[in-house]
């Protein structure tokens, strides 16, 4: 991995140098001032935060280094994972370097399997992932140098040995997981030749498991990688790691945010919302029952999963990816038609819902990945958060190492109380 660990050092020197140019042009410059409800409302808006992996635009989404999502979605997530490192795309080389760099570090510990094997049968699966990551941490290579001691300005490289580390254990550790959970307990080997996400999708041994759904992995894997740097997930993995915990902690707390249902969790709710509808009305659903569905849904009280966003303000281009691999390869799945259905009826009705409060009423990443996976065999929904776990591990990982690179200093914005927030207003 000397290239991309090369390219990462040229990444942070570049990055450096652009901080210092900014500083000399006003380290005072006020970037965003906060609202009183901005401070009770999620800090959303808020511009308190520097990523460098990833920039999500309102209105074109996604965007890593220089390029979108239409651009990446025919790519590999190794390829995603260097992009995130460094703000290029790899040389042809790299892939095969980076299968070899696999082979040499997987192999999920024996007391890893253990302990998850010992979990209640009910136990989600994200739980398990959490976990099972959490086991390994005695074996960080940063910890373990952290306490030789090392000079701040080679963390990057210790938590870089750590991302390398946990990502080649992932397909054998998201597949063992799936197999203990839904399946026999049986673990399927890797295969050397294999790349990461065609490894993952042979590993869980599904019957449908064939080209096609290596081919949906890949998309999945790549889409889901990384969302700039305020998400739950991702800014839960940044200040855990800030505080010089392992990228083992900082992956784990990452993930628990990520299986919130406001959050990564949505992912398994959308085909569940979806295999409602089919149960209810059949196959051959109509609009106007969609309609009637989506009005019964908000007036119950409940979201309706896979709309909505707290930064986008359009159509999310990765759902856009998706309909598109869904139409080449899927157009006759009644999931995937009714996901087509939602996304002609849902925005309408929620431009107008609670007098037009939905910031975005247009479809996310969530809202047909779930029928796509469920086409090819993948009928365990609560399976899904584990898929997009594993690839926001990519950008947990990059961004971390940036940031350690950098230098960042632990995270540790000030809170106050009520009584402060209304002397302010006194005052004013
Ligand atoms: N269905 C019904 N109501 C919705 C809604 C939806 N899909 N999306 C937003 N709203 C409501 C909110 O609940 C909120 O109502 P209250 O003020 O009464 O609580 C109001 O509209 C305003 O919310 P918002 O500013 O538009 O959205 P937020 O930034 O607060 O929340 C999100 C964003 C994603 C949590 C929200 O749209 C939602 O709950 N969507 C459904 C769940 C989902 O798909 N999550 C996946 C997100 C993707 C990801 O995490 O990557």
Redesign the pocket.
Known sequence: MSILRNEIKNNLTYLKNEIEHIFEGGRDTVLSEVTVGQVYG?M?GLTALVCNTSYVDPYSGLHIGDFTVEDLSEKYPEEIFYLLCTGKLPESDFLEEFRKEMNERSGVPQYTWDVLKALPEDTHPMSMLSLGILTMEQESVFKRNYLKGIPKSDFWKYTFEDALNVIAKLPELAAGIYRIRFGDGTLIKRDPDLDWAGNLAMMLGLPNSGKELARLMRLYLVLHCD?EGG??SAFTSRVVNSALSSLYYAISAGLNGLAG????L??Q??LKFILEIRHRFGDLVSEEEIALYIKET?DSG?????????VLRVTDPRFTAFMKFGKAYCSENVCFQIAEKLFKV?PDI?KT??GG?????WP????ASGALLFKYGLNQFDFYTVLFGVSRILGFCAQNILAQGLGQPIIRPKSVTNKWVADQLMKN
């Open positions: 999620g959303r969302h998400n739950v249902p406001l959050h990564g949505a992912n709710n959308c908000l409940k979201v309706i999963p896979g709309y909505g966003h707290a849902v929620l819902y609670k409060k939905v910031a975005s009423p996310n990443v969530d809202a």
